[in-house]
């Protein structure tokens, strides 16, 4: 096994031998005093739980988290939990949304017995008007062991019956989808070399296209909820850690027949382009990229493809700290008490609010045609930004803007790329506001 050597010590960073050759290399580092470490991460408690989420964000800010507290760190940053909880509140949390989980879980089992088998489904189970396909030779990616007791086709075999239920149809339609995506997922990394592994990630996959049940499942999910499954033990705990990150970035994934999801953070993204560098969205346009296409798999995956593992969750660490909202738990957990008179709660610090939150508030807000800006369309201009002389002077068509963009793979500082989108932010800020 070979460990790339700029990388954490965990073992989910090690690197298959065969694969050491073609993946970026981490430059993602632990900084003594910077990155924030497991003794300041518990001297951020008080004794009975409450975080102080603004120092815990300082830090973040500066260095990253230390690998071995990053799930518990991202529980907080993705609104899981409460910065103003106790021990004992996130205790019964925890517990009850585990009992959730495990029950979603058994609809699901119940539906197909391959969820929470050990094994994962490659090749379609049903057709599309609810017959089960019982041809085992299309099977076999879905029992690697070989062994006839773990037979994937037992499900249909226990209901061969024409399913007519629209909405379990769909659900098993995707099924052996979530499988494709999920034996590609992370592959140069030893950490899936594991049966368990792979149908940890599809356990949680399949489960969360039932609950979903306006987006369900769709190709990239797989790469969000990969890191997941690696640094939250648990997978009841990471199913939820998987299922905040989705709350924030499922409209991308919401398709119509006339747009697709993600096509809202490109239109901002031409709009960002256009007014802090109108000369290269000019020439973006006369190249027929005005649509932004070419920018569509960095919002949608999160830069996974750009960046190596370990450095992509280095910027998605910074990313949520920098957004960060003290009230996320509330949104997702009470909104309907979002709405109510503010008078009688705790007037919140700026501090316990991102960086980037912090300049929305005092310039009045971030926004777009479509609503608020996320920082990941200013990383994405920060990227564009960087290669703008390269892109005008040498890019005649389409191709040469993915090429250009395609060599960035690998080659990107997540700390730069972050510093850089702060600053264009800025900018887009002070020049709506003068407009």
Same mark, same amino acid.
């Given at each position: 096994?070979?460990?790339?050597?700029g990388?954490?010590?965990?073992?989910?960073?090690l690197i298959?031998?065969?694969?050491?050759?073609?993946?970026?290399?981490?430059?993602?580092?632990?900084?003594?005093?910077?990155? $924030?470490?497991e003794?300041?991460?518990?001297?951020?408690?008080?004794?009975?739980?409450?975080?102080?989420?603004?120092?815990?964000?300082?830090?973040?800010?500066?260095?990253?988290?230390?690998? &071995?507290?990053?799930?518990?760190?991202?529980?907080?940053?993705?609104?899981?939990?409460?910065?103003?909880?106790?021990?004992?509140?996130?205790?019964?949390?925890?517990?009850?949304?585990?009992?959730?989980?495990?029950?979603?879980?058994?609809?699901?089992?119940?539906?197909? &017995?391959?969820?929470?088998?050990?094994?994962?489904?490659?090749?379609?189970l049903?057709t599309?008007?609810?017959?089960?396909?019982?041809?085992?030779?299309? !099977?076999?990616?879905?029992?690697?062991?070989?062994?006839?007791?773990?037979?994937?086709?037992?499900?249909?075999?226990?209901?061969?019956?024409?399913?007519?239920?629209?909405?379990i149809?769909?659900?098993?339609?995707?099924?052996?989808?979530?499988?494709?995506?999920?034996?590609?997922?992370?592959?140069?990394?030893?950490?899936?070399?594991?049966?368990?592994?792979?149908?940890?990630?599809?356990?949680?996959?399949?489960?969360?296209?039932?609950?979903?049940?306006?987006?369900?499942?769709?190709?990239?999910?797989?790469?969000?909820?990969?890191p997941?499954?690696?640094?939250?033990?648990?997978?009841?705990?990471?199913?939820?850690?998987?299922?905040?990150?989705?709350?924030?970035?499922?409209?991308?994934?919401?398709c119509?027949? &006339?747009?697709?999801g993600?096509?809202?953070?490109?239109?901002?993204?031409?709009?960002?382009?256009?007014?802090?560098?109108?000369?290269?969205?000019?020439?973006?346009?006369?190249?027929?990229?005005?649509?932004?296409?070419?920018?569509?798999?960095?919002?949608?995956? !999160?830069?996974?493809?750009?960046?190596?593992?370990?450095?992509?969750?280095?910027?998605?660490e910074m990313?949520?700290a920098?957004?960060?909202?003290?009230?996320?738990?509330?949104?997702?957990?009470?909104?309907?008490?979002?709405?109510?008179?503010?008078?009688?709660?705790?007037?919140?610090?700026?501090?316990?609010?991102?960086?980037?939150?912090?300049?929305?508030?005092?310039?009045?807000?971030?926004?777009?045609?479509?609503?608020?800006?996320?920082?990941?369309?200013?990383?994405?201009?920060?990227?564009?930004?960087?290669?703008?002389?390269?892109?005008?002077?040498?890019?005649?068509?389409?191709?040469?803007?993915?090429?250009?963009?395609?060599?960035?793979?690998g080659?990107?500082?997540?700390?730069?790329?972050?510093?850089?989108?702060?600053?264009?932010?800025?900018?887009? $800020?002070?020049?709506?506001?003068?407009?």
């Open positions: 096994m070979w460990r790339d050597p990388a954490p010590t965990d073992s989910f960073y298959r031998p065969e694969c050491a050759d073609d993946v970026p290399k981490t430059k993602f580092k632990i900084k003594a005093g910077k990155t $924030l470490s003794r300041r991460w518990r001297a951020a408690f008080s004794p009975e739980g409450y975080l102080d989420i603004a120092k815990t964000l300082s830090r973040i800010h500066r260095g990253g988290i230390h690998p &071995s507290i990053r799930g518990e760190v991202w529980e907080f940053l993705l609104g899981c939990f409460d910065p103003r909880s106790t021990f004992d509140d996130r205790e019964d949390i925890r517990k009850r949304r585990r009992v959730q989980y495990a029950t979603w879980k058994e609809v699901c089992r119940q539906m197909d &017995s391959v969820v929470g088998s050990g094994r994962i489904i490659t090749a379609p049903i599309e008007d609810g017959f089960p396909i019982q041809d085992p030779l299309n !099977l076999l990616e879905a029992n690697p062991n070989g062994n006839a007791s773990d037979d994937p086709t037992v499900s249909q075999k226990e209901d061969s019956e024409q399913i007519t239920d629209k909405r149809i769909q659900w098993k339609l995707t099924l052996h989808q979530i499988g494709l995506d999920v034996v590609r997922t992370d592959r140069t990394l030893v950490y899936y070399e594991k049966q368990e592994h792979l149908s940890k990630l599809w356990d949680i996959l399949a489960v969360y296209a039932w609950i979903d049940k306006d987006v369900g499942y769709c190709q990239g999910m797989s790469d969000l909820c990969s997941m499954i690696m640094i939250l033990d648990d997978e009841a705990d990471a199913f939820w850690c998987f299922e905040r990150l989705m709350r924030k970035l499922r409209g991308n994934f919401r119509t027949d &006339s747009s697709v993600v096509e809202t953070q490109l239109t901002s993204l031409a709009s960002v382009i256009h007014i802090l560098d109108p000369k290269l969205h000019q020439h973006i346009e006369a190249l027929g990229g005005g649509d932004y296409l070419f920018a569509f798999r960095m919002l949608m995956v !999160l830069f996974r493809r750009e960046f190596s593992f370990g450095d992509s969750l280095y910027l998605w990313m949520w920098l957004e960060y909202d003290p009230d996320l738990y509330c949104m997702y957990e009470e909104p309907e008490s979002m709405g109510r008179s503010e008078g009688s709660k705790k007037p919140k610090s700026s501090r316990q609010f991102g960086k980037f939150e912090r300049e929305n508030m005092k310039n009045g807000g971030n926004v777009g045609d479509q609503g608020p800006v996320p920082i990941s369309v200013f990383l994405v201009a920060s990227v564009l930004k960087e290669k703008s002389t390269k892109l005008l002077t040498e890019a005649r068509g389409l191709d040469d803007v993915v090429k250009i963009l395609n060599d960035i793979t080659n990107l500082d997540a700390k730069k790329a972050c510093t850089g989108a702060m600053k264009l932010h800025k900018r887009y $800020l002070r020049k709506v506001k003068t407009a």
